[in-house]
Nanobody
Framework: QVQLVESGGGLVQAGGSLRLSCAAS????????MGWFRQAPGKEREFVAA????????DYLDSVKGRFTISRDNAKNTVYLQMNSLKPEDMAVYYC???????????????????WGPGTQVTVSS
């Protein structure tokens, strides 16, 4: 089993940037497709971005394309989410998650992810 812990959240003005990190322990991260999700107050958790085991393939929520970049450093057992041009609607708790199956295709659905971190709060002021 892998344990995930997010960091890097905080308060930022609209138009600003944050870099989230997701550190893994317990297992080697390169065995997992990794994803970032978010949940705003009163809303359902939604997919934000995901990256393949090698880092060669990514997928994004349409509203964050061109602003967010997911990456991974398997040597450091860490996944990142660089968030630029942040908007008030990006404000949420952000979670990283790991897909432990051996599927090759990135999935965007929550049920496909087996391990979750506790989340980190991102607040964007207008």
């Amino acid at each position: 089993q892998v344990q995930l812990v997010e960091s890097g959240g905080g308060l930022v003005q609209a138009g600003g940037s944050l870099r989230l990190s997701c550190a893994a322990s317990g297992r080697t991260l390169n065995n997992y497709i990794m994803g970032w999700f978010r949940q705003a107050p009163g809303k359902e958790r939604e997919f934000v971005a995901a990256i393949s085991r090698s880092g060669g393939s990514t997928d994004y929520l349409d509203s964050v394309k061109g602003r967010f970049t997911i990456s991974r450093d398997n040597a450091k057992n860490t996944v990142y989410l660089q968030m630029n041009s942040l908007k008030p609607e990006d404000m949420a708790v952000y979670y990283c998650a790991a897909d432990r199956t051996l599927r090759s295709n990135i999935q965007v659905g929550i049920p496909f992810y087996d391990y979750w971190g506790p989340g980190t709060q991102v607040t964007v002021s207008s």
